[in-house]
């Protein structure tokens, strides 16, 4: 699949963030039936054998949609692989996959040629979430199609570079698929993110505050009454930077002003993630951009609206 016919099936320039233990196949489903790519963790399937049955939900929920639907196709969906050497459910991720011809993965926390080379042997395209220039040279060279641009204020693992330095440097070098992370959460920050030089979007925090979402209702009200001030940065819970909820560090009872420093120790990926799943149940990950969020609704319901904000910015940038 290549850039343009990705873009060919998007009613909007997005891609729906895989966030860990919230995205499921129902948002995924919902994301690519309203216009724009849905995406999950692999390791959000538990256990294992969870995964070959959500992607047999997915693609048979698309390819019914496409049959009642011919005017209106949905768009692809794609799926988060860990890369890091402690995801001992790496080998076992990748074999579904390539038994259901996953259209994207999305790489996180490592680049390896080998996942590169096997989502192309089934014509699917890869992407790799990058926190800075130097990282996102390394996933080019070891082969992936793409490349996400994870800036500051984005939620859970995100970096500490501004937007337009971080696509600046990439856009120097790189003419292949750019995404931008961090804090989008409207219409005209898709808009911005496209003008800034990214071909598309990647928004999460706003579907944690969702219906479809699998998050509790005290997160998703907690997401809808904070704003930006109230995220705290990180690396305690994981190992590696992210972004947090300040309210739910409390109810951990823990200062968010005297966090300890993490270690890399602390990571741990796969069938044993116990205490990553843990972090992120009880420490909740968001990023900067929620302070514009006003109500829990439904997903396609929020697409709607990211579709008429963009509408809207875009006529009024042309006006002027």
Not at 152 to 157: C, E, L, M, R, S
């Amino acid at each position: 699949m290549s850039l343009p016919s990705l873009l060919e099936r998007l009613r909007l320039p997005v891609i729906g963030a895989p966030m860990f233990i919230i995205s499921n196949p129902k948002l995924v489903i919902t994301q690519c039936t309203s216009g724009i790519v849905g995406s999950f963790p692999a390791l959000n399937a538990r256990p294992a054998e969870l995964l070959d049955e959500w992607l047999h939900e997915v693609t048979e929920a698309l390819v019914a949609w496409d049959r009642d639907h011919p005017d209106r196709p949905a768009a692809p969906y794609a799926v988060n692989q860990i890369v890091h050497r402690s995801n001992d459910r790496f080998e076992h991720d990748m074999e579904v996959c390539a038994k259901w011809k996953v259209p994207i993965v999305i790489t996180s926390l490592g680049a390896r040629v080998e996942l590169n080379e096997a989502v192309h042997s089934w014509g699917g395209i890869t992407l790799h979430d990058v926190i800075d220039d130097r990282f996102a040279r390394k996933a080019v060279e070891k082969g992936a199609d793409g490349v996400i641009a994870v800036a500051a204020g984005a939620g859970g693992h995100a970096g500490r570079w501004s937007p337009f330095a971080l696509l600046q440097e990439i856009r120097m070098w790189f003419e292949g698929p750019l995404i931008l992370s961090g804090a989008i959460a409207n219409g005209g920050s898709i808009l911005a993110a496209r003008a800034a030089g990214a071909d598309l979007a990647y928004v999460g925090s706003p579907f944690i505050a969702t219906e479809e979402a699998n998050a509790p209702d005290a997160y998703k009200q907690a997401v809808v009454a904070s704003g930006a001030a109230d995220i705290v940065y990180s690396d305690l819970f994981t190992g590696v930077h992210g972004n947090y909820l300040r309210s739910s560090i409390v109810n951990a009872g823990l200062d968010p002003d005297k966090l300890a420093a993490g270690s890399l120790e602390t990571m741990k990926f796969g069938s044993d993630a116990s205490a990553k799943a843990k972090a992120w149940r009880d420490i909740w990950g968001s990023g900067q951009g929620i302070g514009i969020l006003d109500q829990v609704r439904p997903a396609a319901e929020y697409i709607d609206l990211l579709a008429e904000q963009y509408a809207t910015a875009k006529a009024r940038i042309c006006a002027s």
